[in-house]
């Protein structure tokens, strides 16, 4: 299996610019989570989604944010306008289910960088 | 509000010493805790797993036990390698919230050859 596969690996962007991030969980898991990893903050949990569906996104920062999740291999995670307070590093993760015994699986992240 | 702090926040060691990395959090109302490896530039990879139920869990020369009651865990790393320099990071979930992980800040680990 190839893991969870986050695009782009880095992104760099103007203070303004629409921000589109990527990606794909493992096959078969039906939870997704996205996460934002600061050196203030450390690792945050921004939204959940559960069989495509969003169950909590009490950690989205404001209206800047936004997350998609259309079908069961894809998912956006969107920022517009982005900020340069918005730095940080991306992670997404998926498990076969929420919660329980069921690990969540890490991709390698996006870094992003709004100047 | 549930909070986890992780001590050190980095450690230098010698190659073949035996060490301990700390957990502690405020709430024991947790379904589990886990223990995750983060290399520089990459994703976390998940080391150990450990129910609410259990006492610790052993992989190979990693053992994480759980004190649930004293909110405390701990990551105890055998005869230590090089390879073993990463960024160790604990992550609780709540028992209303079993989705969710709420990580320690991590510990950073150097081991010298």
């Known amino acids: 299996d190839a893991g969870v596969i986050q695009s782009p690996r880095h992104e760099v962007t103007e203070m303004g610019q629409e921000v589109t991030l990527r990606c794909k969980p493992i096959s078969g898991h039906n939870s997704l989570f996205w996460y934002r990893q600061t050196m203030m903050r450390g690792l945050e949990l921004l939204i959940y989604?559960?069989?495509?569906?969003?169950?909590?996104d009490s950690g989205m920062p404001e209206d800047r944010f936004s997350a998609k999740m259309p079908n069961a291999s894809f998912s956006t995670l969107k920022i517009q306008p982005s900020e340069p307070r918005d730095s940080a590093v991306y992670f997404c993760?998926?498990?076969?289910?929420?919660?329980?015994?069921?690990?969540?699986?890490f991709g390698p992240g996006t870094r992003l960088t709004v100047t | 509000k549930q909070e986890v702090t992780q001590i050190p926040a980095a450690l230098s060691v010698p190659e073949g010493e035996n060490l301990v990395l700390n957990c502690s959090f405020t709430?024991?109302?947790?379904?589990?805790l886990q223990w995750f490896r983060q290399d520089p530039g990459k994703g976390l990879t998940s080391l150990l797993l450990?129910?609410?139920?259990?006492r610790e869990q052993t992989s190979g020369r990693l053992n994480a036990s759980l004190d649930k009651s004293s909110g405390r865990s701990t990551l105890y790393i055998a005869a230590s390698q090089p390879g073993d320099s990463a960024t160790y990071l604990c992550?609780?979930?709540?028992?209303?919230?079993?989705?969710?992980?709420?990580f320690g800040s991590g510990t950073r680990l150097l081991v010298r050859p």
């Open positions: 989604f559960n069989n495509n569906v969003p169950i909590d």
């Open positions: 709430d024991s109302a947790i379904y589990n």
């Open positions: 450990i129910q609410s139920s259990q």
């Open positions: 992550a609780v979930s709540p028992m209303d919230s079993s989705y969710k992980l709420i």
């Open positions: 993760a998926s498990s076969a289910q929420a919660g329980g015994s069921y690990e969540q699986y």
